[in-house]
């Protein structure tokens, strides 16, 4: 194994990686770090097809250190389909969508929850807790179960109930509020103080390697178009992980030597009932504060006060990219003309990176001939109630 330490992005003071860690003691998510010029060393480029298409092909840079505590369910490697038609449409004719709407559990969550309870696994955890907004606990329940694990997992009443489903499923002690997932984060950080160390706060960047899995989306990437980088990288945010994921990602293929200098703009999309990161990246501020009343049919941007605001807003900023709002009608709207189009039923927060990309193209922000890669986080089949099928009309 590569990894040598976490460290804090924050204030720079480093953690040891052989035993759990939270946050770090000035408050910010640790990431972690691994000795890349043994890893240029160990592995290049051409080796990764021979492997097994899933995100474990990128081992070196993944922080298991035993294959046998790796918990999998064939997660990763998933398609980046070229969108001719709807693409033309906006005029953006190179747009690409990476479709993680068919990884395991439905959702990118999935990558996260692989490479996050693996190394719980493997560092002793017996019983994670997190709050979610429901594909990210349906996820780490399912590995959790899969790992011989036990999951706490506290969501909101409003979560999409096929979630609910799969975390009773899996068998994790399944808890709802009547609220938003800062509400579900106060009741896990109860359960995790009252637990006397039993149990492993697994929430959004409160541990780093949620983040790992995540990042394996940039190595996918890159690897799809063979080894190039696309000009954009849309992608909705909420908590931000995966953008922070891919963000770190692309810097490792740099450091590595894997890719050129040059590195994709990146877009954090989020909602206009939800839009606590545009409202920062658009007053040149450093942190994010709550955002109040928050509501979206992208539920799993619904998130008011991300973990994760300094790293988001830096990825944004070091890659030249930005941050846009959209609104829900425009979203389904979206949502409606790609299927049409494509055949691809997108989750509701892919469609809100259609709908960014529409926008930065007639704004000028996208220019012509650009590549253009949208991140559809999940299986639209999961949120049936973007399809309204009340006129279609009964036969006789």
């Known amino acids: 194994m590569y990894l040598t330490h976490l460290e804090c992005p924050r204030c720079g003071k480093d953690h040891p990686a052989d035993r759990p860690q939270n946050l770090c003691d000035c408050g910010s998510p640790l990431l972690a770090r691994y000795d890349l010029a043994a890893v240029a060393r160990a592995v290049t480029p051409e080796q990764f097809p021979l492997r097994p298409a899933d995100l474990w092909r990128y081992r070196e840079v993944l922080p298991v250190a035993d294959p046998r505590r790796v918990t999998t369910l064939g997660e990763g490697w998933t398609p980046l389909l070229r969108t001719p038609s709807y693409g033309a449409e906006i005029g953006i004719p190179d747009l690409l969508v990476k479709d993680e709407g068919l990884i395991p559990t439905g959702s990118f969550k999935a990558r996260g929850a692989a490479v996050g309870i693996s190394r719980a696994r493997e560092l002793g955890v017996e019983r994670i807790a997190m709050p979610t907004n429901g594909n990210a606990g349906a996820a780490w329940a399912t590995y959790a179960a899969r790992a011989g694990m036990g999951a706490t997992i506290v969501m ?26 800062s509400d579900a984060g106060k009741r896990v950080a109860e359960l995790v103080a ?11 960047l409160r541990e780093p390697y949620r983040l790992e899995g995540k990042k394996t989306m940039g190595y996918e990437i890159v690897e799809q178009l063979g080894w190039q980088v696309p000009d954009v990288i849309i992608y909705p945010t909420g908590g931000g992980v995966g953008l922070i994921g891919i963000h770190k990602a692309l810097q490792e293929l740099r450091e590595l030597g894997w890719v050129e200098d040059k590195l994709p703009r990146l877009v954090a999309v989020q909602s206009t009932g939800c839009a606590p990161i545009v409202r920062a990246f658009a007053a040149g501020e450093d942190r994010a504060q709550p955002w109040a009343d928050a509501h979206t049919v992208a539920f799993g ?62 704004g000028g922000w996208i220019r012509a001939g650009e590549r253009v890669v949208v991140l559809n986080t999940g299986a639209g089949l999961k949120y049936p109630e973007t399809v309204d099928v009340s006129a279609v009309p009964v036969l006789a």
Do not use: K
Not at 194 to 204: L, N
């Open 156 to 181: 909101p009443l409003d979560a999409p109930t096929i979630c609910r489903r799969e975390c009773v499923a899996a068998g994790a002690d399944l808890r709802l509020v009547d609220g938003l997932i």
């Open 194 to 204: 009252d637990s006397d160390g039993a149990i492993f706060d697994a929430g959004t």
């Open 301 to 362: 941007i619904t998130v008011p006060a991300p973990l994760g605001d300094e790293l988001i807003l830096n990825a944004l900023r070091a890659s030249a990219g930005t941050a846009v709002a959209v609104d829900d009608e425009e979203i389904l709207t979206d949502l409606r003309d790609f299927a049409g189009r494509e055949g691809l039923l997108l989750c509701p927060e892919g469609a809100a990176c259609l709908t960014a990309a529409r926008q930065l193209r007639a």
